[in-house]
């Protein structure tokens, strides 16, 4: 997020205050639901909505969700340093188990 649009994140965290936090889980379930309509369309249900209107809402509920995501970090005053220290731990976590996941089938004999 640009510094534009976090100052402005700050400012409507101040005005609102701790009913941002029930706006944030509000729009993650409205990221929840769009998603679950991605998936639904991608198993060969018929959506009811094209996959660039299924596409354009998972846009949509995305920056809605980091928007208030920023909000609430401001309010609980979260160290960003922090947050990206955990972030890239998590990430390497991750790739590690893949990585052990991508060793274990190359012993089976699995491509």
């Keep these: ?44 249900n018929k959506p009811r909505a094209t996959e660039t209107d299924i596409l354009e809402n998972i846009i949509e509920e995305i920056a809605d969700v980091e928007i208030m995501l920023e909000q609430i970090k401001y309010q609980l005053k979260i160290n960003e340093q922090i947050l990206n220290a955990i972030e890239k731990m998590k990430i390497l976590r991750t790739m590690d188990l893949w990585e052990e996941q991508n060793n274990e089938h190359r012993k089976k004999g699995y491509q």
């Design 1 to 44: 997020m640009d510094t534009y649009n976090k100052k402005h994140s700050q400012i409507i965290s101040i005005m609102y205050g701790e009913e941002q936090i029930n706006i944030l889980i509000e729009e993650m379930a409205e990221l929840t639901q769009a998603l679950c309509k991605y998936k639904r369309m991608q198993s060969n």
